[in-house]
């Protein structure tokens, strides 16, 4: 799934292939005794997770998640010799946005934000708390079976399945909104904290330029640039996010989950959601409940 483009300082640089036969994800599982990675330091220009169920030795504990940083040299023994676990490799434009554009359209994904860390060796720990760790397995599991059975819609399942991941890495790691402020990116901070505080209710991009203090025209164009993706955008992401994470985790019906995103039409909510997915509410939950 990953291909060699180039070398930097001698050190290769993959990047994740993308063609229709290619999943979006993909999953290995690694050992102590098992060649790690690419059996020597490398730089990979897309995200990559890696979740140890069993830990190896002292040095590290049963329900560490490793954030690889895109773009930053790693040393793939480093998470191999731990423990037992998966790694979880992905193209980050299949998240949403232009497919076809550059690394500056997803680095501001609120849910990538954490793979764009500075931490020097590329890797930032995270603990997964023991409650959620049978999630993150049995996630991982299903990830998995839809990459094996190649069902239809099985790329909209594994996505849908990897995005609760990232919510609870989004969640454990440094606020995305802090991130932003942090990078000096005071304008995508305001514009997320904004949509992440008001997305259940009506909210417009007429709404979110008024709480920044700009024209509606110009916010649009400046998030676009920075982004490659509209105001509009991010909001119904947040939404659509939301209303995946309570399919799979309540018995609520799709029109309160609708309601509970901000999404009071129904009929307007099932062709946001069918649009983004590529199946309806219903069948999505169902597709979970299986695996």
């Known amino acids: 799934m990953v291909t060699p483009m180039r070398y ?9 292939r993308t063609a229709p036969e290619v999943p979006p994800v993909s999953v290995v599982r690694f050992h102590p005794d098992a060649p790690a990675g690419h059996g020597r330091r490398h730089i990979h220009e897309f995200p990559v997770l890696t979740y140890i169920n069993r ?18 040299v790693v040393d793939p023994t480093v998470v191999a010799t ?21 690394w500056s359209s997803w680095r501001s994904h609120p849910l990538l934000m954490p793979f764009l860390h500075g931490i020097p060796g590329g890797l930032l ?4 708390p023991s409650a959620r760790q049978p999630v993150w397995t049995s996630t991982i599991a299903s990830i998995e079976a839809e990459l094996a059975e190649r069902g239809d819609g099985y790329r909209q399942a594994a996505l849908a399945h ?3 991941l990232l919510v609870d890495v989004a969640r454990l790691a440094t606020d995305v909104v802090g991130d932003l402020r942090r990078s000096n990116e005071t304008l995508l901070a305001d514009v997320f904290d904004v949509i992440e505080r008001s997305y259940a209710s009506p909210l417009s991009l007429r709404d979110v ?9 110009h916010l649009t164009t400046v998030v676009r640039r ?11 992401e947040r939404r659509m996010n939301q209303a995946r994470q309570l399919l799979a985790t309540t018995d609520l019906p799709v029109g309160e989950i609708a309601r509970r995103v901000g999404v009071p039409d129904a009929g307007y909510f099932a062709r946001l959601f069918r649009h983004g997915n590529g199946m309806t509410a219903r069948d999505w939950r169902q597709r979970v409940e299986r695996t």
Do not use: C, N
Request: charge should be neutral.
């Open 8 to 16: 930097r300082a001698g050190v290769p640089v993959y990047r994740y």
């Open 55 to 72: 830990a190896a030795g002292p040095s590290a504990s049963d329900g560490d998640a490793y954030v690889l940083a895109a773009g930053a």
């Open 82 to 102: 731990i423990g037992e676990g998966y790694g979880v490799f992905f193209d980050p434009t299949a998240l949403g946005g232009d497919g076809q554009a550059p």
């Open 125 to 128: 720990r995270l603990h997964v």
């Open 162 to 164: 990897l995005t609760l």
């Open 209 to 217: 330029a008024k709480a920044v203090g700009m024209t509606p025209g």
């Open 226 to 236: 920075r982004t490659g993706r509209t105001v509009v955008d991010w909001i119904t």
